[in-house]
């Protein structure tokens, strides 16, 4: 992956169709994990709320409000460090990849509302940093003729992150409890963040 912004759009130019189709593909699977591990406590909630003790408020706090409020908040500031020359765009998309993965495993950590509430927390903030930088890697390295084609291949991680969450959830938290299914779904992740981080510096 690159991250060096470029100055004009015929700077996309020196990019072989074999670096675009690896970054498009990378993107796409951080794209999939960006939903999945987002859409999966939706799954887990009844056993949450059941051995947690939430009420309904709180568990809507969980899936809804205070993810939503964080995630759009925090997203503002990243996407101007996204614009920035200086950032490294590989680099933020590892963090926020290794953050939000993390913070998905730690909530099936947790001991109490306050526990889950800041993991949840840590997941939006850390996807807060996935979109906007994919999508300045995405203009800066593919020619303006074929750019709507990649912004919908890397979209399709929205529906496909959706699908694997809803399903793994249940299937994880079936076999395992959803404690497990929370750092099992956490793990490919951290793994992937670890993969892309050496191709930021």
């Known amino acids: 992956m690159t991250s ?3 100055a004009s759009e015929p700077q996309s130019a020196p990019f072989s169709p074999g670096y675009r189709r690896y970054l498009l593909f990378a993107l796409l699977l951080v794209m999939i994990l960006n939903v999945l591990d987002r859409q999966v406590i939706n799954v887990l909630a009844e056993p949450i709320k059941q051995e947690l003790g939430l009420t309904d408020t709180q568990l809507g706090l969980l899936t809804g409000l205070a993810f939503a409020l964080f995630y759009n908040v925090v997203g ?3 996407g101007r460090l996204a614009d920035n020359a200086r950032t490294n765009r590989v680099t933020l998309i590892s963090a926020s990849l290794a953050v939000w993965s993390g913070m998905t ?3 099936g950590a947790a001991q109490s509302f306050g526990h889950i509430l800041l993991a949840r927390i840590g997941v939006a903030a850390g996807e807060a940093g996935c979109v906007p930088p994919a999508h300045s890697l995405i203009a800066d390295t593919v020619p303006l003729a074929k750019r709507a084609r990649a912004l919908a291949i890397f979209g399709l991680g929205v529906p ?4 694997l969450g809803k399903a793994m959830g249940g299937v994880l938290a079936d076999a395992f409890g959803w404690r497990s299914a929370f750092f099992i ?9 670890a993969v892309l981080l050496p191709h930021g510096s």
């Not at 779904?185 to 992937?192: D, N």
Request: charged share 0%.
């Open 4 to 6: 060096s912004p470029s």
């Open 76 to 78: 503002i500031p990243l």
């Open 105 to 107: 495993a730690l909530c």
């Open 160 to 163: 496909i992150g959706a699908l």
């Open 185 to 193: 779904v956490g793990i490919p992740g951290i793994l992937l963040a």
